[in-house]
């Protein structure tokens, strides 16, 4: 039996918290009722959460740095000090660096820059954001599990089973609602359709 998802309250340790699937306004509203930082991404309110777990309270940053930037960028130079972003300006830059055209920057990047920004790393340079595109990092790694639902959905699609319902999509969420409340992993499995039969049942007819 899939165990149910407990309320936030009752979660002792972000392992436990870990276990099961929030949604992104869920990981906000939480935030915002412990009085921490409740903008950003996914990721990012994860992130505050965990650290939430630990002890660190990382509250609304009300004060804007002022930027210091040096004229002359290097590969030792902090991503916080040149002005960096995701433009096309340091998308020529790191091309040169790497020698890919067109370079596209990766989700594991993007990823390392937020953590930049959010603890004001100025140890963090263009070496280090090299690295993270090499591969070579662990600073910063994105997320998968934000396209969970989109994958469970994908799979349960390409099952032969699925052709036995008329209304897919609603099968297929109202399986994943159990899923993303379970501790089990977030993945579509057969198995599914035949524990929650009555539940399918129930939202969709089947395809005689």
Known sequence: ???????????????????YYWYRDELSQICKSLGLENRGTKQE???IIEQYFKGNLIKKSSIKRKKKQVEVVTLDTPLLECG???????????????DVSPFKFTADMATAWRKVKREHDLSFTIQDMLKVYYGNSDYAKYDHSV???NQFLKNFCA????????????????????????SNEKIYSKNLLTEYADKIKEYGEVVK
């Open 147 to 149: 396209c969970q639902w």
């Open 45 to 47: 309110l994860n992130d």
């Open 84 to 98: 960096f972003s995701f433009n096309a300006h340091f998308r020529e830059y790191f091309s040169t660096l790497t």
């Open 159 to 182: 099952d032969e089973n699925s052709r036995n319902y008329s209304n897919k999509l609603k099968v297929a969420s109202i399986l994943w609602k159990e899923v993303r409340n379970s």
């Open 1 to 19: 039996m899939i165990e149910s998802r407990p309320e936030f309250d009752k979660i002792i340790s972000f392992d436990e918290f870990n276990k």
